[in-house]
């Protein structure tokens, strides 16, 4: 990112930097597939371990590879690992597999991973791409679970989770009766909303922080007037 | 199945923004101003019906004889750049005027998904040749429609009051969401 | 030797690609067109290569 760099907190470093709702890059997936919490999880999980080993390997490879077929490079590298990663959910989640669909195969053009070569991992070494990639997928995943919580719980009024192995039910909460449920949140409409809501509270938040920094600054501007205001006195007090 | 249905269901029903979710980062990114929609919609659609066609083309005459299907994904993806790559230089090679127009969007498509989305779509679908024809054509129409429909809506929010939190892409999805309903309304069309 | 045939077409595929980068890059750019830009203000997409490429043009002006 070229945005001066700042010390954050974790959190405050999700919402700001957040590769979704702030930089909008992955959405397609992420409005796609947030019906339910566990497709959630699944592309969440898919996406970190493509993002973190494609950034590990871009670093290795970044300094030997010729210039003229840098990009088609990354897109093989993170091909076959999307190639993967499909090949073993397929083996043993298929049925998240199947719901997830293209979407595995979509990675490959998913902005944030070739972003992220393109802006990080050709120019750093292995352990800050390996980090770099892992804070990028944990907070894609953050905003997928963001999505679908939101969306499974107005949609169909249940929290739920199953084991994507054996699609054995493992927790499920019903918190609104089936009275109030608003099935309109698992379709395209809802994702949509969702989405603006999420985003605008974003933005939101950014706007807050950056008035609040500008007032610092004021402030700090103002003290340091006052500061140079009294040492003129004492100055003149002095020579008097 | 009926040309004319398959057709309508991927410029309309199915549509790839509105209903697949597909291609939404070039959906966001210049739907600002009208001339820029359509100078995308149009090179969107050159690039998904030629790219797509010769992906068929490589799937069913190179990799199945072979017995390579689980390199699909490496081959499309590098015959999506490479030729994004051709089209580039024909057109600056011949068509200045044309280059004018679709010269900037053009690097931007390869990392378009719509793009990889077709040429998949038409393999997992198990389409002939004429039907990969007509879904080429059909989903990236469907694509342009949206763009087009989408950057007259968003010229005239340009000018409205919003909150400031919501200026820009979050007021935009919004707008998707109601355009969504709308094209919604079609599913019962076939 | 299913092996080896995949990894010589990924390979032509490459080259492929590296050729027509190239021969991309040393087609001139036609009159008039020198100076395109794109339309980026009012869009959200910060990470976007053209903007990227846009921004690094200023910089070098």
């Known amino acids: 990112m070229s945005e001066p760099v700042k010390k954050r907190g974790f959190w405050s470093e999700m919402i700001y930097n957040n590769p979704v709702f702030g930089l909008y890059l992955g959405i397609c997936s992420t409005l796609a597939i947030t019906t339910t919490l566990n497709n959630a999880i699944g592309m969440g999980v898919a996406v970190i371990v493509v993002l973190t080993i494609s ?15 840098h990009i088609p490079v990354y897109i093989v590298v993170i091909a076959t690992l999307v190639t993967v990663v499909g ?11 199947s719901t997830l669909g293209t979407f595995i195969d979509l ?13 990080y991992a050709c120019s750093h070494n292995v352990a800050e791409s390996a980090k770099d990639g892992l804070m990028m997928g944990l907070s894609y995943t ?3 679970l963001a999505m679908s919580l939101i969306r499974q719980l107005l949609g169909t009024g249940v929290i739920e989770l199953s084991n994507p192995m054996n699609n054995q039910v493992i927790f499920s909460l019903r ?8 099935p309109v949140f698992t379709t395209q409409t809802g994702a949509f909303l969702t989405f603006a809501v999420l985003s605008a509270l974003v933005a939101a938040y950014k706007l807050n922080d950056e008035k609040k920094e500008k007032a610092a600054a004021k402030a700090k501007a103002d003290a340091a007037k006052l500061a140079a205001a009294n040492a003129a006195k004492a ?3 002095e020579a008097a | 199945m009926n040309l004319l249905t398959l057709f309508l269901s991927a410029l309309l029903i199915n549509n790839v923004i509105l209903s697949k979710f597909i291609g939404m980062c070039p959906f966001m990114g210049v739907s600002t101003k009208l001339s820029s929609a359509v100078g995308m919609g149009v090179a969107v659609i050159f690039v998904i019906f030629g790219a797509s066609v010769l992906s068929w083309a490589l799937y069913y005459y190179c990799l199945v004889p072979l017995g390579l299907e689980y390199m699909k994904l490496i081959c499309f993806i590098l015959l999506i750049a490479a030729f994004v790559q051709f089209v580039e230089m024909f057109i600056k090679k011949n068509s200045p005027s044309l280059y004018k127009s679709l010269g900037i969007y053009l690097p931007l498509i390869t990392t378009n998904c719509a ?15 004429i039907e990969t024809l007509v879904n080429s054509i059909a989903v990236p129409a469907g694509f342009m429609l949206v763009l087009v429909i989408f950057a007259t809506i968003r010229e005239r929010l340009a000018g409205s009051d919003t909150p400031e939190a919501w200026k820009g892409n979050p007021i935009a999805f919004v707008v998707a969401a109601i355009m969504a309903i709308a094209f919604s309304a079609f599913a019962g069309l076939v | 030797m299913n092996v080896i045939v995949a990894i010589l077409i990924a390979a032509a ?43 690094d043009r200023e910089e070098n002006e």
Do not use: H
């Open chain 1, 55 to 69: 950034n590990i390997v871009i670093s290795l490879i970044a300094p030997l590879t010729p210039d003229e077929i």
């Open chain 1, 235 to 237: 100055k003149v007090k």
């Open chain 1, 142 to 144: 953050f905003s997928l």
């Open chain 2, 115 to 129: 793009v990889l989305y077709v040429a998949l779509d038409n393999i997992s679908q198990g389409y002939n040749f």
């Open chain 1, 175 to 182: 918190l609104i009766p089936e009275a109030f449920e608003i």
């Open chain 3, 13 to 55: 595929l490459l080259g492929l690609n590296a050729w027509l980068y190239v021969a991309n890059k040393n087609t001139p750019v036609p009159e008039g067109c020198e100076s395109l830009k794109p339309d980026c203000a009012g869009c959200g997409i910060t990470d976007c290569a053209v903007r990227i490429r846009q921004n």
């Open chain 1, 87 to 97: 090949m073993l959910m397929q083996a043993y989640t298929p049925e998240l597999y």
């Open chain 1, 107 to 119: 990675i490959v053009v998913n902005c944030i991973i070739l972003g992220r070569a393109e802006a």
